[in-house]
C-alpha cells in the first residue's frame, strides 16, 4: 500500500432499501409477494397494491381491484408476505406460512400483461412492476417519484420474479419462470454476508459489505490473503490462505474493513481514491461475523483486482 489509506464513505446504492415486490404468480392462484429489504421492520398498515391486466395484444390495459393491507401487518427486516387471491381478507392463505388472503380476484394469466403498483399508507408510489408482452407504453401507470425502464416482455410463464437483492427499476431485475417459490426467496437471491470489492485499475478500490436480513451493529472481519500463494478461493480457512489468520487480532475500529462492526442499515461501504493502493496490489477475500458470540457466514470469496 503506498502511504496512509485515505477512504470515503460510499452512500449510493442499487441494494434494494424498502419493501419491494419480489414475485408475482400468474397461476391456479395468482399472488404478489413482498419483501422488506430494509434495516428495520417495516408496518404495512393500509399499504395498497393496485393492478392492472391486459388479456391480449388488441385489448388495452385495464384497471383491477385494489388490495389494502390489514392494519398491524408488521414486515421484519428479511420479511416475505404473499398476498393471495380469493379466500376471506386476513385470514391464512395456502401458499405457504407468509401467505394472507385478500378476498379479492386477480385474472392474471401466464401469457396476459400484468402491472403491479404498490402504494404506501400515504398513497406515495413505493414499487412497480409491468410484465408487458404486448409492447406499446413501458409504463404507463408508473408513479410520481418511481423509475421503470426496458420491457419484461417474456410471453408464456406462471412467474414473474425478482432475480437479485438490488432493485434498479429495471425490466432486467425480474425473469419469467414456470414455477414460482412463495414464501421464499428467489433463485439469484442471497441471504448472510455479501461481499464486494472492485477497481477501476487506477489504484483504487471500492468496498461493500452487506447482510441480509439487516444485521446493524454486528462485529465482522474482512479476511485477506495474496493469491500470489494460494489459488482463488482454495485456502484451507474459510476459503483464505492461513496468512489471514492474524487478521482475526486487529483492533476493532470504526469503517475498518478490516475489523469493524456494520452500520445503522447492516452494511460498510468504503471507497479508496485513485492512486491510494499498489497497482500490483492482488488479494483474495472473505468477510466473517461474530452473531450472538459466534461465527456467522462466510460471506463469498472475493477476488481483487
Known amino acids: 500500500m503506498r502511504g ?35 434495516a428495520a421492520p417495516a408496518d404495512l398498515s393500509g399499504w395498497t397494491v393496485t393492478s392492472y391486466f391486459r388479456a391480449t395484444v388488441q385489448t388495452p390495459l385495464v384497471p383491477e381491484t385494489q388490495v389494502t393491507i390489514p392494519a398491524g401487518t408488521v414486515l421484519a427486516s428479511g420479511g416475505v408476505l404473499v398476498l393471495q ?12 406460512p407468509c401467505s394472507s388472503f385478500t378476498g379479492s ?15 404506501d399508507s400515504a398513497a406515495q408510489g413505493r414499487d412497480y412492476v409491468y410484465r408487458n408482452p404486448f409492447g406499446g407504453s413501458a409504463a404507463p401507470h408508473l ?42 426467496l428467489n433463485s439469484g437471491q442471497w441471504t448472510g454476508l455479501r461481499l464486494e470489492i472492485s477497481t477501476l485499475g487506477l489504484g483504487d478500490a471500492s468496498y461493500v459489505l452487506r447482510s441480509f436480513p439487516a444485521l446493524p451493529g454486528v462485529e465482522v472481519w474482512t479476511l485477506y490473503s495474496a493469491i500470489d500463494h494460494v489459488p482463488d478461493g482454495s485456502g484451507p480457512f474459510l476459503g483464505i490462505g492461513l496468512d489471514a489468520l492474524p487478521q482475526l487480532f486487529a483492533p476493532l475500529l470504526s469503517a475498518s474493513p478490516f475489523h ?15 492512486g491510494t493502493l499498489l497497482p500490483s496490489l492482488a488479494f483474495e477475500a472473505v468477510a ?8 456467522y457466514g462466510p460471506s463469498n470469496v472475493v477476488s481483487f483486482p
Open 143 to 184: 408513479p410520481v417519484g418511481l423509475a421503470w425502464s426496458g420491457t419484461l416482455a417474456a410471453i408464456v410463464g406462471d412467474t414473474i420474479a425478482r432475480n437479485r437483492n438490488e432493485d434498479t427499476h429495471a425490466a432486467t431485475d425480474w425473469i419469467v419462470l414456470n414455477a414460482g417459490s412463495p414464501c421464499s
Open 85 to 96: 387471491e380469493q379466500g376471506t381478507p386476513g385470514s391464512p392463505g395456502t401458499l405457504g
Open 288 to 295: 466473517v461475523a461474530l452473531l450472538a458470540g459466534l461465527p
Open 260 to 274: 469493524s462492526v456494520l452500520d445503522s442499515v447492516g452494511e460498510i461501504r468504503l471507497a479508496y481514491p485513485p
Open 105 to 119: 380476484n386477480w385474472t392474471w394469466s401466464s401469457s396476459a400483461g400484468v402491472e403491479v403498483v404498490l402504494r
Open 4 to 38: 496512509a489509506l485515505t477512504t470515503l464513505i460510499l452512500s449510493s446504492s442499487l441494494w434494494a432499501q424498502g419493501v419491494v415486490i419480489n414475485e408475482l404468480g400468474t397461476g391456479v392462484q395468482d399472488f404478489v409477494e413482498l419483501v422488506n429489504f430494509s
